[in-house]
């Protein structure tokens, strides 16, 4: 069962804008990741934010942290035509080791 | 290798027949992780390796599916007497650990296996 749930399903932004999505899950968790897809194939990661952390940077990625609300954000700064992609947010749980995966929010960048 | 390798990339077969698909996990990598991604969809878990432990194989969706990893390396999952419902992209991930508490590592992803079952 996924776990995770992005928000929103799909997003479309020009070139230059940031973009933000959304993650919620249900259980205590150890970790949460965020990997990006192309074209539906192999998933590369993209950050790892642990239970005790509230924000972490990348890059142009920001990722926020809240557990008690039991939710993730995701923010592109400055987006490029290249970020167009699927996003997945993915749980790791205290008691586990294997990855829970939300439906993942498509993000188109326009030129 | 560099990264993460499956095989074959793309597999079209008949209903009722086997397959065997092949993961090759980065070199030192005690972890190994099968998913499957239908369209449109996010990963399932179907089974994890981490070193010499048995398997965890809760993920699996009938009997029709094995993994096995020989020397603590190479993978190769089985769906036997494909059915429709199996075809979907089934991704391998390795890590340089995995288990519960402690601390986690990245998966790094194969490029997957498009699974059609005609």
């Known amino acids: ?111 | 290798g560099a990264g993460v390798s499956q095989s074959p990339s793309n597999k079209v077969t008949e209903k009722g027949k086997d397959v065997e698909l092949r993961c090759d996990p980065i070199s030192g990598h005690t972890a190994l992780y099968w998913y499957r991604q239908s369209l449109g969809q996010g990963l399932e878990f179907l089974i994890y390796f981490q070193g010499n432990s048995a398997p965890d194989k809760s993920g699996l969706p009938s009997d029709r599916f094995s993994a096995e990893r020989t020397g603590g390396s190479v993978s190769t999952l089985t769906i036997q007497r494909t059915q429709q419902e199996d075809s979907a992209v089934y991704l391998c991930a390795s890590s340089l650990v995995g288990g519960p508490g402690g601390s986690y590592n990245e998966q790094f992803f194969g490029p997957g296996t498009r699974l059609t079952v005609l």
């Open chain 1, 1 to 111: 069962s996924q776990q995770g749930e992005e928000d929103p399903q799909a997003l479309s932004i020009q070139e230059g804008e940031n973009a933000t999505m959304n993650c919620s899950y249900k259980t205590s968790i150890n970790n949460l990741q965020w990997y990006r897809q192309n074209s539906g194939r192999g998933l590369v990661h993209l950050i790892l934010i642990r239970s005790n952390e509230r924000e972490k940077h990348s890059g142009r990625l920001r990722v926020t942290l809240d557990t008690s609300k039991k939710s993730s954000s995701l923010l592109i700064t400055a987006s490029r035509a290249a970020d167009t992609a699927s996003y997945f947010c993915a749980t790791a749980a205290r008691s586990d080791y294997k990855l829970s995966f939300g439906a993942g929010t498509t993000v188109t960048v326009r030129a």
